[in-house]
């Protein structure tokens, strides 16, 4: 097992993957598809799971912490798909989100063509256990553009280009 291995496992062990390199890009997102979906998992009352959920919230910082990967990284190496389903928004939502219904939390989904986005605090080391810690800083994006879905637009095709950028050099 190589120490660049990640795991990501949601909480009852339900759904588990291997990430073969550690992620190209950490972030927390507040666009209002990441707050408004992860809401509406991890209000109900059955939510037990790892919160997506950024690890410094405050009015300005409350939005999802995501961890990017290319989708070749990764091997779902357990998956109860009776126990997956996924969460959109709105009638226009472009993002599937997939979470597991026993635990609540939220797994990976298709970030853009060949990227994937985890759920970054569900994320441990190759022993499986040890939370992973990102060795670069986090960025905050989409902060306060929530709900300006111009703005949102713009920060999305910088991230995107951004991708391309990596993909190309990595
Ligand atoms: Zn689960
Ligand atoms: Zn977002």
New binding site residues.
């Given amino acids: 097992m190589s120490s660049n291995e990640h795991h990501l496992k949601?909480?009852?062990?339900?759904?588990e993957a291997v990430f073969n390199t550690p992620p190209r890009m950490v972030f927390n997102c507040q666009c209002h598809s990441c707050v408004a979906a992860i809401a509406a998992i991890e209000s109900k009352e059955s939510f037990n799971?790892t919160s997506m959920k950024c690890n410094t919230p405050s009015e300005e910082n409350s939005g999802a912490a995501i961890a990017i990967y290319k989708s070749n990284n990764v091997t779902v190496t357990k998956c109860d798909e009776s126990?997956v389903a996924f969460v959109k928004v709105g009638e226009d939502g472009k993002i599937a989100r997939p979470y597991?219904t026993?635990?609540?939390?939220v797994l990976f989904n298709v970030w853009a063509p060949n990227w994937c986005a985890a759920n970054l605090n569900a994320l441990t080391t190759s022993d499986g256990t040890t939370p992973y810690e990102p060795t670069k800083e986090v960025m905050n994006v989409n902060c306060k553009s929530s709900f300006d879905k111009t703005k949102i637009q713009i920060l999305n095709i910088i991230l995107y280009l951004l991708v391309c950028y990596l993909s190309l050099y990595h």
């Fill in positions: 949601c909480k009852c062990s339900a759904f799971g126990k597991c026993e635990c609540g939390t």
